[in-house]
């Protein structure tokens, strides 16, 4: 698997983008969004149960990631036609405001080295790269829980510092960098 200080792989992948007629599908690639921060978090499969607690949830913290420069983008193993049926028909998912990517050849899966070893699906995956595509954080969790959205926009804030964070740092608190410095 892929991890810090990794850049994350060169990717083109079919985005489900819209509910609306001839703007529902977009070609997606790293170059995209090219000199922000990448939020890209995987799932194991469209029309499931913790799934879409997880996006929704991505979706209501949309304008932090934006504030932040950032640019959400989700990703699964399924087609953009399976990500287009499941917004249309839940509820929580028809406003997506980020890109659902399709990656039924599990080419990005792969290079990011998320893929269940038996299920064949990508595990509940986050990672934050820097606007030059670096990956500054990872975290996998098992297919039965699901992740902290608060965390990943928690995780961001500190990193966007570029100082030394603690253990529970909020943004807006002292950073250990600052500390150290009125100490000196």
């Not at 489900?16 to 790293?30: M, P």
């Not at 953009?80 to 990005?108: C, G, Q, S, Y």
């Not at 290079?111 to 038996?118: D, N, S, V």
Request: hydrophobic share 35%.
């Amino acid at each position: 698997m892929l991890t810090v200080g990794d850049k994350l792989p060169n990717f083109k992948l079919k985005g489900t983008v819209s509910l609306e007629k001839n703007k529902e599908f977009q070609d997606i690639s790293n170059d995209t969004y090219k000199g922000k921060w990448t939020v890209l978090f995987a799932w194991p499969k469209d029309f499931t149960f913790i799934c879409p607690t997880e996006i929704a949830e991505f979706g209501k913290h949309n304008k932090d990631f934006q504030d932040r420069d950032a640019q959400v983008l989700g990703l699964s193993t399924d087609s953009e036609f399976v990500h287009h049926a499941w917004r249309t028909h839940h509820p929580d998912l028809k406003n997506l405001p980020f890109p659902m990517l399709a990656d039924i050849k599990r080419e990005l899966s792969s290079a990011l080295g998320i893929l269940h070893k038996e299920e064949g699906v990508a595990l509940r995956a986050t990672f934050i790269a820097d606007p030059e595509g670096i990956i500054r954080h990872v975290s996998v969790n098992d297919l039965s829980v699901g992740r902290n959205v608060k965390e990943t926009v928690r995780t961001l804030d500190a990193l966007q510092t570029d100082e030394l964070c603690p253990c529970n740092w909020q943004k807006g608190e002292e950073t250990l960098t600052t500390k150290l410095q009125k100490a000196g």
